[in-house]
């Protein structure tokens, strides 16, 4: 089963080229599941998750911020909303979006958005967030990550699959607010990544990053919770996409994840499978 997150960098750059890259990457990635933050939505009905998911055959849950007004003003338009996005292979059965809580003079709207996923043998509970950015938001982030948790813990019974968590949290793994997910019985599958590929997210060498981090952080991840029976949702593999241009364009400011879980019970010692 592989899992991708991405924050797309909502309608900001050359948007509509990057449109096309984003999808030239998740094509050639072939995801079964995809989180996505920062999706744009036009009061035209226009919809970026909802355009993806048509051109890659895929189911579409999305959830638009209660608050996109900031964002609006970043852009000098109003008829542009915001949300949060889940892209799957099978259907989606059931769905839920929380708002994250945030103090007023820093509220955006920022959301975290649940998606049960009707996949052969089990269900999966999928969960998708945007945590407030900044340096200064820890304390913030904590209390969100506090209210995601509760939110997976919510969603997360009535099948042998664990739970993936997904998202933009703009914390490095050493924060306090990713380690609170951790404490949650959540893996960061990247400790199943190679110790030597590049693992920032948040990138300097991205040109949509002015005066970006050297050698960058890594602030996107794929969670898990423990597996099922015989292994079933063990992290296989993982590994950054998107981090380059597409033919001159680069997709986003954030790079994507993307996590292979084992998707049956007894897989997880069976090399060289992969999907359902």
Known sequence: MRV??????????PWADRQKAILSVLRELRPDVVGLQEVWAADDGANLAEWLAGELGLHCAWSASEAPERWQRRIGDDTVGIGTAVLSR??????????????EEIDDG???LYARLDAPGHQVPFFTAHLNSGGHASA???EQAAALADFVAGHRRGTAFPPVVTGDFNAIPQSPEVRLLRAGRLQDAWEYADPAAPSATWDGANPYIPDGPVPGARIDYVHVGPPGPGGLGRVRAARRAGDGPVDGVWPSDHAAVVADLVAHGGEANA????GW
């Open 140 to 142: 913030v982030r904590r």
């Open 110 to 112: 920022r959301l975290a």
């Open 90 to 103: 099978w259907p989606v059965v059931e769905r839920a979006a929380l708002r994250l809580p945030a103090p």
């Open 271 to 274: 090399p060289g499978k992969s």
């Open 4 to 13: 991708v997150t991405w924050n797309l960098w909502w309608r900001f750059g």
